[in-house]
Nanobody, 121 residues
Framework: QVQLVESGGGLVQSGGSLRLSCAAS????????MGWFRQAPDNQRELVAT???????DYADSVKGRFTISRDNAKNTVYVQMNSLKPEDTDVYYC???????????????WGQGTQVTVSS
């Protein structure tokens, strides 16, 4: 019903920057919020940053001041600009949204397939 496709991951040196993008497509009625989570092997998935349709943002303490989330509502796309990257930012990054698909009565969570971000020291 709703598909999320991420792009922009890769390998970068410590102190470098990357920009992740995620586009939502499908039978979308409305998207309430979008964002990014990350997960390392054997770890729980943790919040990186989220943004509502009204532009309210939330960040993990570990990325505040370094990452900036933004959103293009017309394109159903969310971005995260990641600066001053550290080796501990190495993870698989997952795009997320909470959306209501056409023909349904409620919103639900949707996830992308993940994109690897590796920061070398």
């Amino acid at each position: 019903q709703v598909q999320l496709v991420e792009s922009g991951g890769g390998l970068v040196q410590s102190g470098g920057s990357l920009r992740l993008s995620c586009a939502a497509s499908g039978s979308i009625l409305r998207i309430r919020a979008m964002g990014w989570f990350r997960q390392a092997p054997d770890n729980q998935r943790e919040l990186v940053a989220t943004i509502t349709s009204g532009g309210i943002t939330d960040y993990a303490d570990s990325v505040k001041g370094r990452f900036t989330i933004s959103r293009d509502n017309a394109k159903n796309t969310v971005y995260v600009q990641m600066n001053s990257l550290k080796p501990e930012d190495t993870d698989v990054y997952y795009c997320w949204c909470i959306a209501q698909a056409m023909g349904t009565m409620t919103s639900r969570n949707y996830w992308g397939q993940g994109t690897q971000v590796t920061v070398s020291s």
